[in-house]
């Protein structure tokens, strides 16, 4: 099947820091990437969806000024967290649609661990 | 408000036994129903998916029951093996919509 790249698996900040999360899709091209955050023991709540050269489209109460998206090309999708504070350490997941609609041939990246100090 | 409900919260299952998970949904236009099976700190992976128009679908070991007048699906795993001990989620979708995702369920299989 497909594969998408997240990367970092797993990293650690100071409160303040700026942390960059990538997502890549490896052997196909992802016009819609989406983004997710995972609480311990919690389903995945989508927080915004990133279309190739346009602005990312945020859930309703997710600070887009905080959380960061840029889709500047076909294959590589990236989440800022801007002046990260330790009420943002979570777990992170994207996802890239290869084709098809929205729910069909969706595959996530391995996720990111994000401790903020 | 959760679109798509999900039971139980957490399962334990002898090896060898069936494993079943079931899902329920209000919104008739969901029509893609797909399973994923979540490893901890690994992203989920896409284990089986069902379209409406079909009431069970098989996979090896997986399988999922779909009753579209209930508006309920279910996965049943087989044989469950210690390598399925994982968080498994059902979700549903529609149209060009997202995913949305149920609240996962905890699998432990005793050897």
């Known amino acids: 099947g497909a594969v998408v790249s997240q990367h970092p698996s797993r990293v650690i900040c100071k409160s303040g820091t700026s942390v960059k999360i990538e997502c890549r899709s490896l052997?196909?091209?992802?016009?819609?990437m989406f983004w997710y955050r995972q609480f311990p023991k919690q389903s995945l709540m989508l927080m915004a969806t990133?279309?190739?050269?346009?602005?990312?489209?945020?859930e309703q109460g997710v600070e887009k000024d905080k959380f960061l998206i840029n889709h500047a090309s076909l294959t590589l999708s990236t989440l800022t967290v801007t002046s990260a504070h330790p009420e943002d350490s979570s777990f992170y997941i994207c996802?890239?649609?290869?084709?098809?609609?929205?729910?069909?041939?969706?595959?996530f990246g391995s996720g990111t661990q994000l401790s903020v100090l | 408000q959760q679109q798509v409900k999900q039971s139980p919260q957490s399962l334990i299952v002898q090896k060898g036994g069936i494993s079943i998970i079931n899902c329920a949904y209000e919104?008739?236009?969901?029509?893609?129903f797909p399973w994923y099976q979540q490893f901890p700190g690994k992203g989920p992976a896409l284990l089986i998916a069902?379209?409406?128009?079909?009431s069970e679908k098989k996979e090896g070991r997986f399988t999922i029951s779909f009753n579209k007048s209930a508006k309920q699906f279910s996965l049943h795993i087989m044989d469950s093996q210690p390598g399925d001990s994982a968080t498994y989620f059902c979700a549903a979708s529609y149209g060009a919509n997202n995913l949305f995702f149920g609240t996962g369920t905890r699998l432990t299989v005793i050897p």
């Open positions: 996802s890239a649609r290869d084709g098809g609609l929205a729910g069909e041939k969706l595959f």
């Open positions: 990133s279309n190739e050269g346009s602005k990312a489209t945020y």
């Open positions: 919104n008739t236009a969901f029509d893609y």
């Open positions: 069902i379209r409406p128009d079909v």
């Open positions: 052997d196909f091209q992802a016009t819609t």
